[in-house]
């Protein structure tokens, strides 16, 4: 515990010498987010199996209830204010095929971006070789995502674009009832669920008033990655994809500048502190060489699919349902045939099926 606390006052201290002032905030709901997801035991790779092999939705249908709350603040917020901006990403051959990698990738893992960080936070053995490798595919997406987008595709799906804020909320809020209704055919999910939900909702939102933009997982990922591939000599100042004016200024600048590695960070850091509180540690956990080998697979699939498909579980699907923009819900479409993958890969690294 007291080590976690000393590494939150020191993160603090560094961030107080940047001249960014959003980076305080950012870091604080990351560490609140990092807590909620460790005492209200929530996750998304779990929901996966039971739809998929118990035909039971109601805990991906609870998923659905974060870009709800979250999205009437982010679209009006996000489309009105010059200082807030929204997840919108062109619908086409990337973010199908990084979806079901990345669904692939979750269930072998049995996480994903979220869940592979707020585990090793709390010392999961599966999830810290499950990490680097993340970060690893993450930076390899990277490459190949230009090439990808050079692709044909539908553009860009944005509701706010098509009928304006207010009509955009409307229309994201019933395609997520509608889904949710679909999902739960008649059931209804489990308080516990909904209040998690909501509270995860609630800190979401805080995030993208502190960033200026919606939640994101994956680029501090890929980020990390990127950094430890230049330590080591690979140049990647010259890729396409790092060029861009924000990659490039991440890149060469301090870690903890960039909003996404600095939430990632904060997540990480706030799973340690809640698992020390609750005496809920897991790094007595043994992890066998199979599931070892499942995690590192998982990882680099789930680093790969994220960056072709801009995102994971938070930054594609809640991000970008929540910023109005339909690829939120193709994505979560993409991810399940790609679950439905590693849910039958998963005895292969003696795991079940559920």
């Known amino acids: 515990m007291a080590l976690g606390v000393g590494?939150?006052?020191l993160v603090l201290a560094l961030l107080a010498g940047m001249s960014d002032r959003a980076l305080p905030g950012v870091f604080a709901a990351a560490l609140a987010?990092?807590?909620?997801?460790?005492?209200?035991?929530?996750?998304?790779?779990?929901?996966?199996?039971?739809?998929?092999?118990?035909?039971?939705?109601?805990?991906?249908?609870?998923?659905?209830?974060?870009?709800a709350l979250a999205a009437l603040v982010i679209i009006p917020v996000g489309s009105l204010d010059p200082g807030h901006g929204r997840f919108v990403t062109p619908i086409g051959l990337p973010l199908l095929v990084g979806a079901m990698l990345f669904g692939i990738g979750m269930q072998l893992a049995n996480g994903c971006g979220s869940g592979v960080l707020v585990a090793a936070g709390q010392g999961s053995r599966r999830m810290w070789v499950a990490?680097?490798?993340?970060?690893?595919?993450?930076?390899?997406?990277?490459?190949?995502?230009?090439?990808?987008l050079a692709l044909p595709g539908l553009g860009e799906a944005d509701l706010v674009g098509w009928l304006g804020p207010w009509g955009a909320l409307a229309a994201t809020l019933g395609l997520l009832g509608m889904a949710a209704a679909a999902l739960l055919r008649g059931a209804w999910p489990e308080k516990r669920r909904l209040v998690a939900a909501s509270v995860i909702a609630g800190l979401a939102v805080l995030m993208f008033l502190a960033s200026g933009m919606p939640w994101g997982i994956t680029t501090g990922l890929t980020l990390w990655g990127a950094k430890a591939a230049m330590a080591g000599g690979l140049d990647l100042s010259a890729s396409s994809f790092w060029t861009a004016d924000w990659a490039f200024q991440a890149l060469t600048g301090p870690v903890l500048a960039n909003h996404s590695s600095l939430a990632d960070l904060g997540l990480l850091l706030g799973a340690f502190l809640a698992a020390a509180a609750r005496g809920e540690a897991r790094h007595g956990v043994a992890l066998p060489l199979r599931a070892a080998a499942g995690a590192a697979i998982g990882g680099l699939l789930m680093g790969v699919g994220a960056r072709l498909s801009s995102?994971?579980?938070?930054?594609?699907?809640?991000?970008?349902a929540a910023s109005g923009s339909l690829h939120g819900l193709v994505w979560l479409g993409a991810v399940i045939p790609g679950c439905w993958v590693g849910i039958r890969l998963r005895p292969l690294f003696g795991m079940g099926r559920r």
């Open 33 to 67: 987010l990092g807590i909620a997801f460790v005492w209200l035991d929530f996750g998304f790779a779990a929901g996966f199996r039971d739809l998929l092999e118990g035909g039971d939705g109601r805990a991906v249908a609870a998923t659905l209830l974060i870009p």
């Open 311 to 320: 995102g994971c579980n938070v930054g594609a699907f809640i991000g970008g």
């Open 131 to 148: 990490l680097p490798f993340f970060c690893a595919g993450g930076v390899l997406g990277s490459l190949a995502l230009p090439m990808g």
């Open 7 to 9: 590494a939150g006052a």
